[in-house]
């Protein structure tokens, strides 16, 4: 079965503070995606990332990095010189071609909270 | 439109009613989804469309649940004789469709806040 888990329910860090959120898959298809939402207050999910499961470079998009690692599941975002604005509920997410549709599993979400 | 639109964006309606929640995609975007996103569950899936083939069906949480998708564009979610545990927020995504592009970006509507009293 397909799974994402997201072991940190909430995590509160000071500004400028750098701050990682796990995230671990399941999936017995050997073609996957592997995708990063960030849910702000206003409610919509905003794309942030996708990873292709042939792809293990790790990205770097100004102050969000992500590193994925098949040989322990893991797909984990980090936020370096984190913000104010970065404050929201970040999800990750599990889509698996092999079954023919972008259909999303995601994980319980992680709550960020960034203090001034 | 620019984005997924979904109406209405709070929906308050007593128990054993039912409802219609709506969902504009962006054109031009042949696959849609709906997800539910209740307290302590997460995000979870109901139902993807496909341009013309047959809706995987396979998240619906009961009978209660439909959704069409007319056109190819619009889509209706709706809920029949309401029940408590149906409040939620109702989130519907769109993406360029499937294939080599099966999972592409889905952009999400801003969803609707459902609330059965």
């Known amino acids: 079965a397909q799974k994402v888990t997201q072991a940190q329910t909430e995590i509160s860090v000071v500004e400028k503070e750098d701050v990682t959120l796990d995230c671990v898959y399941e999936?017995?298809?050997?073609?996957?995606?592997l995708f990063w939402y960030k849910q702000p207050p206003s409610g919509e999910l905003v794309f942030l990332i996708r990873r292709n499961s042939f792809d293990e470079q790790n990205e770097i998009s100004g102050r969000y990095s992500w590193n994925f690692q098949k040989s322990t599941s893991s797909f984990n975002f980090t936020i370096t010189a984190s913000q104010v604005v970065d404050s929201a509920v970040y999800f990750c997410a599990l889509s698996e071609r092999a079954r023919g549709t972008g259909k999303l599993i995601f994980g319980q979400g992680t709550t960020l909270q960034v203090k001034p | 439109g620019a984005g997924v639109s979904q109406s209405p964006s709070n929906k308050v309606t007593e128990k054993g009613k039912d409802v219609e929640l709506r969902c504009d995609p962006i054109s031009g975007h042949t696959a849609l989804y709906w997800y539910r996103q209740s307290l302590g569950q997460g995000l979870e899936f109901l139902i993807y469309?496909?341009?013309?083939?047959?809706?995987?069906k396979s998240g619906l949480p009961s009978d209660r649940f439909s959704a069409e998708r007319t056109g190819g564009s619009v889509s209706t979610l709706t809920i029949q004789r309401t029940q408590q545990e149906d409040s939620a927020v109702y989130l519907c995504a769109s993406s360029i469709g499937q294939g080599a592009v099966s999972a592409t970006e889905a952009f999400f509507g801003q969803g609707t806040r459902l609330t059965v009293v």
């Open positions: 999936t017995r298809d050997t073609t996957y995606y």
């Open positions: 469309f496909q341009g013309n083939s047959a809706p995987d």
